[in-house]
Nanobody
Framework: QVQLVESGGGLVQAGGSLRLSCAAS????????MGWFRQAPGKEREFVAV????????YYAASVKGRFTISRDNAENSVFLQIISLKPEDTAVYYC???????????????WGQGTQVTVSS
């Protein structure tokens, strides 16, 4: 069982930056691939980025590549999402998720956090 708690969201102006954090419980954190997803109002939850258990492999959605950076600290049981050059269309609830394999499909993830709201004003 893995429990995930996101933090770091907030209200930011377009062009600004944020660093989202996700703290995980459990002693097997490094065995999980960790993903970030987001869900805007009225839209489906969509994939943003994923990082392998060791941190050696990352993959991003085309819409965020170059502006979003995923990283993890296995000693601290945490995964991060650094976002720069924020746009109003980045407004969403951001979720972290843990799964056994690197994947972009939300069905491949077993554990989810409660989400953190990111709002970007124009």
């Amino acid at each position: 069982q893995v429990q995930l708690v996101e933090s770091g969201g907030g209200l930011v102006q377009a062009g600004g930056s944020l660093r989202l954090s996700c703290a995980a419980s459990g002693r097997t954190f490094s065995s999980y691939a960790m993903g970030w997803f987001r869900q805007a109002p009225g839209k489906e939850r969509e994939f943003v980025a994923v990082i392998s258990g060791s941190g050696s492999y990352t993959y991003y959605a085309a819409s965020v590549k170059g502006r979003f950076t995923i990283s993890r600290d296995n000693a601290e049981n945490s995964v991060f999402l650094q976002i720069i050059s924020l746009k109003p269309e980045d407004t969403a609830v951001y979720y972290c998720a843990a799964g056994s394999k690197v994947a972009s499909s939300k069905s491949m993830y077993d554990y989810w956090g409660q989400g953190t709201q990111v709002t970007v004003s124009s």
